[in-house]
């Protein structure tokens, strides 16, 4: 596995310039960054896009999703601006309670609706109990479950996926 990483050494990984990016990003942030996210890593509405499981993927992940929603599906800017935090949301959870090293995120779109799943390798279901409004940690999910229609986690046999679906209005 290490064999691939020969001669990497030297250059910048993306996930390293994300870092730096991550404190500069808001929703409103151009649209050459997000595309150019889209480029470094891959689209998430054609493929399973893999990020390493670090707190600057969550930047990474927005940025993918802001682009795809935006700029591909040519959906609103509030419903891009709740899937992002969404996925902000899941990515959180993938990075602080799995312990895996990658995760995957893809979107998907039908009719009426749009689907963001988040994929890691981890079985545990951590923070998906229900959240009262006073509670301070596992606000995430609370979030989740007030701006998504549907949500949920699906088990597999080497890990799970989180995911939310949103309806959405389709314009002819």
């Known amino acids: 596995m290490m064999g691939g990483m020969a001669g990497l050494e030297g250059r910048e990984q993306p996930w390293q310039r994300a870092s730096a990016a991550a404190a500069?990003?808001?929703p409103a942030a151009d649209d050459e960054q997000a595309a150019g996210a889209?480029?470094?890593?891959?689209n998430p509405a054609e493929e399973d896009v893999r990020l390493p499981s670090r707190p600057e993927s969550a930047w990474v992940?927005?940025?993918l999703t802001q682009?795809?929603?935006l700029r591909q599906w040519?959906?609103?800017p509030q419903i891009a601006e709740h899937a992002v935090l969404l996925v902000s949301e899941l990515v959180g959870n993938a990075v602080r309670h799995t312990g895996a090293r990658v995760f995957a995120l893809r979107l998907q779109r039908r009719r009426g609706w749009i689907r963001i799943e988040v994929r890691d390798?981890?079985?545990g279901l951590p923070c998906l109990m229900p959240v009262h409004e006073l509670d301070t940690s596992?606000?995430?999910l609370f979030l989740v479950d007030?701006?998504?229609d549907r949500w949920g986690v699906d088990l597999a046999p080497r890990g799970k996926t989180t995911w939310f679906e949103m309806r959405v209005g389709d314009r002819p």
């Open 24 to 26: 500069r990003w808001s």
């Open 121 to 123: 390798p981890s079985r």
């Open 38 to 42: 889209v480029e470094l890593y891959g």
């Open 67 to 69: 682009h795809v929603v």
């Open 61 to 63: 992940a927005r940025r």
């Open 74 to 76: 040519g959906l609103g």
């Open 138 to 140: 596992g606000r995430g």
């Open 146 to 148: 007030k701006l998504a």
